[in-house]
């Protein structure tokens, strides 16, 4: 059985040995090499990663998948190495967010790209030791660090294996282990601490920490067993010799049986690929490349978006891509946007500006409607191989051709609920979700609940999915002017206390149960009226219908956003009842105008919510009680009203539209 003994100890049990199993299933045939990895990857977890982190010599990315897969680095991680059929495996294995082939000496990434260098034993093995640092310092954003495993002479002994080697009288063996011992690559490689820290002060890099994790007890143990190895011994006569010598039950034969459990015929990958030192550099300011290999600073992206929804009513789609789109433009990212459609834009066109061109191209090809977009494939691909770098869509619609695209995945409630769409819609979206999920350079999800929805469903797309939150727009705030007020409720026609869902009316929003919800409560002598704000989707049929025979029951019908925010403020109470949600931005809208919030547990939901909305089952009954716990305890309001407005702050269009330049980059630099 596998043991990880030399894990850090504040580090529990269950952890290592997930991450042992984790390394396990990686490599079924290699315990050894898995025993290695995810010892490695427990030191290298103890440790904050500034992203975006790039995994140097990732090799099958499967040491960086298990050290640096976490929340906090998820989506931000590059993988590069020389090996291109490992990049390969590693591409399949979905640990990083993009992999290149590359060499340390010619890194294919523009300058100040990362702030992490990650090397597990790289720096040992490249030509050149100082074109490779200051490579490694021209892709490090001033003040970024490199992390690296290098092994050091006093961990590489090879005069201790011969010295054990004559004690047993095994002088033909003692005179291979000096023969294998080749001190000009010892020399070379085998760095200590001053040696290391020179290298990286010529590099522009200063060292900061270092960290030996072996004793030096258990170093000739290495040295023995992978001379060993090179000399061909079996496992039974490497035992006997190494039990002649070590004393039963100490901790170094302790390691010993542990490296023999993981023996392999000829070759034990564990102490083959051993690093002996883990060492920090801080990287100085930006220096030129010393190489053409490099890439050179960023040239300006062009972005190709197809801009039809910004042209139709505003819903959850035509906002996230207005938002994206304004805080695109607005941001220090370089690129220009040119705005795709299928019509002339309205005039005064409000998306003009020098980095933000509208481009009309007329529609003449004519395709089923059933099958899909007969202007995004046969019209709009002529237009695009030389007009822009990158595409990105605000749906899975994407045009095909050799032209990078980026789409977005808001949800895939046409399966999780297939009930509440039509065979028609079905259809369509599994059409064009599927082709995405295939062929897309990058997909963009818009909640880690719909991320885990599509990698469940088409697991090969998982190195290209990315999670970027939506945000609720900074103009929604709480209206506190009574006109305003009450001109919406006169609007309306609206009296007394108010409970507000906002949604298009359609079966996935679970429209029904709220209404039952909301006529127990009634019942119960509350005397709200309940207001469904949105236009009328596909099997909308038996909605209209409950809320027309349902007393206190208002159908608002499609509201603009400024009536909106002031309907959001006369309400005592917002339910989001969905069984299903993408991301559900209603409830930051209605956290944003200072509404307690009632949501069901579904979907993306709780994720979006948190702590900051009152949860409860989707059931006419969950929602009923809840709607009355919230409405009956004003300090709970109080407390839900102040807990959402701490949650709407930490989702901002601004930060959306960043990663979303950062994954057009990614995306367009896959091309080149």
Known sequence: MLTLRDSPAERSAPERDALLRAALRAYPMDPGLALHRAAEALRLRRVELAPPILDLGCHDGVFAGLALARPGARGRLVGCDRDVPAVRRAVRAGAHRALLAGEAGGLPFQDGAFGTVVCNSVLTHVDDLEDALAEIQRVLQ????????????RFHDWTAPGRILRRVGLNAMAQCAAAAYDRRWHQRHLLGREAWAERLRRAGLELERWEEYLDARASFLWSALFLAVRLGVGRANLGALLRRVLPAGSRRATLVETKLAVW???????????????????????????????????????????????????????????????HLVASDADLVVRLFSDRPWPNPNPWGGARCAPVVVEPRARIPRVVGDGWILRDLPRELAAAVDVFFSASTKFPPGRTPVVVTVHDLGWRGLPAAYTRQERLRQYLWTRWAAQRATRLIAVSEFTRGDLLRWVPSCAGRVRVIHEAAEPTWRRVEDPQRLAAVRA????????????????????????????????????????????????????????????????????????????????????????????????VLEAMACGVPVVAARAGALPEVAADSALLCDPTPEGLAAAMQRALGDPGLRADLVSRGRDRVAAFTWARAARDLAAVLAEAAEARA
């Open 142 to 153: 001033p003040g970024g660090r490199l992390i690296a495993s290098v092994p050091t002479p």
């Open 264 to 326: 392999l015929g000829p070759h034990l990958a564990a102490a083959e690929h051993g690093g002996s030192a883990w060492l920090w550099a801080v990287a100085g300011p930006a220096r030129p490349s010393r190489r053409t290999g490099g890439v050179a600073r960023s040239r300006t992206i062009r972005v190709g978006v197809d801009a039809r929804p910004l042209m139709v009513t505003k819903t959850g789609v035509e906002t996230y891509l207005a938002q994206m789109i304004r």
């Open 491 to 586: 609007r309306l026609g609206l009296e007394g206390p108010l409970i507000l869902a906002v949604g298009t009316l359609s079966p996935k929003k679970n429209l029904e149960s709220l209404i039952d919800a909301f006529a127990r409560l009634a019942g119960r002598g509350f005397p709200h009226r309940l207001v469904l704000v949105g236009r009328v989707g596909w099997k909308a049929d038996g909605i209209l219908a409950r809320a027309r025979r349902t007393p206190g029951v208002c159908l608002a019908g499609y509201v603009e956003d400024e009536a909106l925010a002031a309907l959001y403020s006369a309400s005592d109470l917002f339910v989001a009842a969905s069984r299903y949600e993408g991301f559900g931005l209603p």
